[in-house]
Nanobody, 119 residues
Framework: VQLQASGGGSVQAGGSLRLSCAAS????????MGWYRQAPGRQREFVAI???????NYADSVKGRATISRDNAKKMVYLQMNSLEPEDTGVYYC??????????????WGPGTQVTVSS
């Protein structure tokens, strides 16, 4: 399983970025797909998730500024971030998660992409 995040970069506050996650080795359509981020010195935190049923949920800190979407045919997941703030700085990680029929979980992470927002 590979989850390759891309699209990070350095932007000024108020700018936008679109992060992409290319998945391989999994049947993307049956996974809940999420984005998480980790700022220096802080724990990894939830940003957004889009379920296998295409329902989206967001952290309060990005609600109204972020849009998560998925394209199962292309095996891609996207995170559009607008009105970026310095507090959005961190490494952004793509996550694939599902509960199997037996009740266990398949949980995968990819290497992150760095987002730096300057004031």
């Amino acid at each position: 399983v590979q989850l390759q995040a891309s699209g990070g970069g350095s932007v000024q506050a108020g700018g936008s970025l679109r992060l992409s996650c290319a998945a391989s080795g999994i049947a993307l359509s049956i996974y809940d797909m999420g984005w998480y981020r980790q700022a220096p010195g802080r724990q990894r935190e939830f940003v957004a998730i889009v379920t296998a049923g295409d329902s989206a949920n967001y952290a309060d800190s990005v609600k109204g500024r972020a849009t998560i979407s998925r394209d199962n045919a292309k095996k891609m997941v996207y995170l559009q971030m607008n009105s970026l703030e310095p507090e959005d700085t961190g490494v952004y990680y793509c996550n694939a998660n599902r509960r199997t029929m037996s009740g266990s979980r398949n949980n995968y992470w990819g290497p992150g992409t760095q987002v730096t927002v300057s004031s």
